[in-house]
C-alpha cells in the first residue's frame, strides 16, 4: 500500500512510524528528518489543496493520512476525495468542530454531549461580565486555531482581563482570537480519548494523558502539549466505554445529520468530574502529544485501521493493544511557548533511539548541513514502553538525558501521578 501522510510534527513523526511498521510504502509531506529515516519525505505545503492532490497523484496513493488539522481546515480532504483519493481525516465542513469551538459547542448542544457552560464574545465588555458570572477559575479561549495556545486558565482577574483583551483587542492569535469563548472552569482529572471513525462508526483507542502546561506541577502557560503516557489510570475500561457512549458516538451521529459526516481521528479531551465525564473540546485529529503514547502501544495494524476508516468500512473492526505503559517526554527550545531560538545542533540521538523500548519522534528538527538541528518549540519526543509505569518512566527520562541541544527544556514529572496513583491537577483547558 502506498501512503501519502500530511504533516512535519511528532504526532506525524509516530503516524508514520506506525505506517512503515505495517509494511505499507510512506511518503511524507513535507515531513522531517525522523520521518526521512524511514520513508520519502517530499518539501511542499500540506495546506494546499492543489498542491496535496498533486503529489498524491505522482506517488499513486492507495490512501492519504491528514496529520495536522490546519490542512483539515484548508480543505485538503475535500480536494482529495474530489480527485478520487481515499482520505484519513475529515472534510473542511466537518473539520469545524475543531477550526470554531463556538461551532463544536453548538454541535455538542445539539447533541446532548454533556459539556462546560460557555459564551462566545467578540466584545471585551460581555467578556468580562461573564467572567465574572462564572468566577474563577477563568478559562478563556481563542475560538479558532491557535496552535493549542489559546486557553488561558487562571484564578487572576487581573491576568483573565488582559487575556481577554490580548485576543480580541490586540489580535495576538489574529482573526483566530477575534471571538472567544469565556468557559466555566471543570473540575476533575483530564484525559483524552481518541477514535477512529467512517462517518458512522467509531472505534475508540485507549485512554491516553497530555500536558498542556509548560512546567513541573502544572505552571505555566498552556503548550501544544509537554508529555503524555498511556494507558490512563483515572480512566479504566468502564469509563471510557460512557465516554464512547455518551460523548464519541452522539458527535459521530450529530455531524452526520448535520451533512458533515466525520472520516478520520476524532478527539474528545474530557474532565472526569464528580458529576461524569465533561467534554473540554474536540479535535479533527490525533493529539499531539498523546499519538506518541498511544501508537507504540497499538498492536493492531495502523495502515488497515486507517484504510478501513476512509473507507466506511470500520464495522466490526475492534483494535488490539500492547499492555505495556508509555510514557513520552517532549523535549522543547528554551523559552517555549513563547519566543525561542532554534538551529542548535541536537546529539545523543542515536544513543537513545539504541535503548531498549525506546523510540525517538522527532518534531521540531531539521538537517542542516547534513546535521539534525532544532527548527522548532518542541523539538522530539522521547518515548518509552515498560512493564509498569515506573519502568516506562525511568527508560524515557534516562534516554531523554543522552539527548543535548542548548537551551533544552522539559518537564520532569510525566507520568509521575500514574506512579503514585495520584489525581492530576484540573487544568480545563
Known amino acids: 500500500m502506498n501512503i501519502l501522510l500530511l504533516g512535519s510534527g511528532g504526532r506525524e513523526s509516530a503516524l508514520g512510524w506506525g505506517i512503515a511498521r505495517s509494511g505499507a510504502r510512506l511518503t511524507s509531506l513535507p515531513g522531517n528528518p525522523g520521518l526521512e529515516e524511514i520513508g520519502e519525505v ?44 481515499k482520505v484519513f481525516g475529515p472534510d473542511a465542513a466537518a473539520a469545524r468542530i475543531e477550526g470554531s469551538k463556538q461551532h463544536a459547542k453548538e454541535l455538542m448542544n445539539r447533541a446532548g454531549i454533556p459539556t ?12 468580562l461580565d461573564f467572567l465574572d458570572e462564572l468566577g474563577p477559575p477563568y478559562v478563556i479561549k481563542a475560538d479558532g486555531l491557535a496552535a493549542g495556545k489559546g486557553v488561558v486558565v487562571t484564578s487572576d482577574r487581573r491576568e483573565a482581563k488582559e487575556a481577554v483583551r490580548d485576543r480580541i483587542e490586540r489580535g495576538v492569535f489574529g482573526d483566530a482570537g477575534r471571538t472567544v469563548l469565556i468557559e466555566e472552569f471543570l473540575d476533575g482529572p483530564e484525559t ?11 472505534v475508540a483507542c485507549e ?10 506541577g502544572d505552571r505555566g502557560p498552556n503548550t501544544g502539549g509537554m508529555g503524555s503516557y498511556s494507558p490512563v489510570p483515572d480512566c479504566p475500561s468502564d ?11 452522539p458527535m459521530l451521529a ?11 481521528a476524532l478527539y474528545a479531551g474530557l474532565a472526569l468530574t464528580s458529576r461524569g465525564p465533561r467534554v473540554i473540546e474536540f479535535n479533527a485529529r490525533f493529539g499531539d502529544p498523546e499519538t506518541q503514547a498511544l501508537i507504540p502501544r497499538l498492536a493492531s495494524d495502523l495502515s488497515e485501521v486507517c484504510l478501513a476508516a476512509a473507507s466506511g468500512e470500520l464495522a466490526g473492526v475492534g483494535l488490539d493493544w500492547r499492555d505495556e505503559a508509555c510514557v513520552a517526554v517532549v523535549l522543547a527550545s528554551g523559552g517555549y511557548p513563547g519566543d525561542h531560538e532554534v538551529g542548535y545542533p541536537v546529539t545523543g540521538l542515536g544513543e537513545a533511539a539504541a535503548r531498549e523500548d525506546v523510540l525517538v519522534f522527532h518534531a521540531g528538527t531539521a538537517l542542516h548541513d ?5 527548527s522548532g518549540g518542541r523539538v522530539l519526543a522521547v518515548t518509552a514502553l515498560g512493564a509498569t509505569f515506573e519502568q516506562a518512566r525511568e527508560r524515557a527520562y534516562a534516554a531523554a538525558d543522552v539527548i543535548e541541544f542548548e537551551n533544552k527544556q522539559l518537564r520532569r514529572d510525566i507520568a509521575e501521578r500514574a506512579v503514585s496513583g495520584g489525581i492530576p491537577t484540573p487544568v480545563s483547558g
Do not use: W
Not at 503529489?55 to 490542512?71: I, K, N, Q, S, T
Not at 462546560?116 to 467578556?127: E, I, L
Open 42 to 85: 517530499i518539501p511542499g505545503d500540506p495546506s494546499s489543496p492543489d498542491e496535496v492532490v498533486r503529489v498524491a497523484r505522482r506517488r499513486g496513493a492507495d490512501l492519504v493520512v491528514v496529520g495536522p488539522e490546519a490542512p483539515l481546515v484548508a480543505g485538503v480532504g475535500d480536494a482529495l476525495r474530489a480527485s478520487g483519493f
Open 116 to 127: 462546560a457552560r460557555a459564551r462566545t464574545c467578540d466584545d471585551v465588555a460581555p467578556a
Open 192 to 202: 483524552s480519548l481518541i477514535a477512529f471513525c467512517d462517518g458512522s462508526h467509531a
Open 207 to 216: 485512554p491516553a494523558q497530555d500536558y498542556k502546561r509548560v512546567y513541573d
Open 239 to 249: 469509563m471510557a466505554e460512557r465516554i464512547v457512549d455518551e460523548v464519541i458516538e
Open 254 to 264: 450529530e455531524t452526520a445529520r448535520g451533512g458533515a459526516p466525520f472520516t478520520g
Open 370 to 374: 547534513g546535521e539534525i538541528v532544532t
